[in-house]
């Protein structure tokens, strides 16, 4: 069973181990740089489109952040 913690806790070292810093990560989002740290804190859970935007951004892919592969 998939839990909303593993899902957390894949893209938390998605956006950590990234090849852009947290910072960029926010501006190409559209985001303010506290909301990539709520993300990190796992104190917030980005929307679809915006999951789908940092997979792409990051180029991982969704299926290992959702524990599917």
Do not use: H
Not at 12 to 35: C, D, F, H, M
């Amino acid at each position: 069973m998939i839990k909303i913690e593993d899902i957390q806790k894949r893209l938390r070292e998605a956006i950590q181990y990234g090849t852009i810093s947290q910072k960029e990560l926010a501006q190409k989002l559209g985001v303010n740089p506290s909301t990539i740290s709520k993300y990190m804190r796992l104190d917030k859970y980005p929307s679809l489109d915006t999951f789908a935007n940092i997979c792409e951004i990051l180029d991982v892919s969704a299926d290992d952040i959702l524990g599917l592969k």
